[in-house]
């Protein structure tokens, strides 16, 4: 069964600085690309950041570019946000999310399975 | 980076057949996905690609891409269908992801 547990969430003021994991099993954790989305109180979803299967490419959301490092470690099945400089506006469910891709088709691919998410709240 | 624009609400007579769209230009050349999510839980991946279910899905969920528009269609609505429903691409680029606002579906 493939399981993703978010964890690292908590309560820091602004400008402060939280590290997310993301514990992988259940799956060949070396063979997908990772995504960490997030959603703020009452709002909708919103990508953040993804990371390639050996770590090679690595993409940000221009709303946390600069201040977020995503980073993974596949021998311990693991997957991490370094947020730093954090703002009120980072407030949100931080999810952790496995991509999937359809070989066969271009142009197809997939969140399919999500962790349980953890609370990150920014606020002196 | 792109946009992908949804409907906020819409609602559906229990049985009835709902269509929920998703517009983007990026969609004439990617698929959308898309996710259910009800209160307090993690979103579920419910159709991807150009017509695919996950198992657990059930069959009255359909997708279908015209243009620059994909649809998610829920034939027969039953009452536990009621959710946010949220579709995902990739952006113009085609190295960044982004998410349509929500439709929140209402079955009456």
């Known amino acids: 069964e493939v399981q993703l547990v978010d964890s690292g969430g908590g309560l820091v003021k602004p400008g402060g600085s939280l590290r997310l994991s993301c514990a992988a099993s259940g799956f060949n954790f070396n063979s997908y690309s990772m995504n960490w989305v997030r959603q703020a109180p009452g709002k909708g979803l919103e990508w953040v950041s993804s990371i390639s299967t050996s770590s090679s490419y690595r993409y940000y959301a221009d709303s946390v570019k600069g201040r977020f490092t995503i980073s993974r470690d596949n021998a311990k099945n693991s997957l991490y946000l370094q947020m730093n400089s954090l703002r009120a506006e980072d407030t949100a469910v931080y999810y952790c999310?496995?991509?999937?891709?359809?070989?066969?088709?271009?142009?197809?691919?997939?969140?399919?399975?999500w962790g349980q998410g953890t609370l990150v709240t920014v606020s002196s | 980076s792109s946009e992908l624009t949804q409907d906020p609400a819409v609602s559906v007579a229990l049985g009835q057949t709902v269509r929920i769209t998703c517009q983007g230009d990026?969609?004439?050349?990617?698929?959308a996905s898309w996710y259910q999510q009800k209160p307090g839980q993690a979103p579920v991946l419910a159709i991807y690609g150009k017509n695919n279910r996950p198992s657990g899905i059930p069959d009255r969920f359909s997708g279908s891409r015209s243009g620059n528009t994909a649809s998610l269609t829920i034939t027969g609505a039953q009452a536990e269908d009621e959710a946010d429903y949220y579709c995902d691409s990739r952006d113009s680029s085609g190295n960044h992801r982004v998410f349509g606002g929500g439709t929140k579906l209402t079955v009456l």
């Open positions: 990026t969609l004439r050349s990617f698929y």
């Open positions: 999310v496995r991509e999937d891709t359809d070989t066969t088709v271009a142009g197809v691919d997939y969140f399919d399975y």
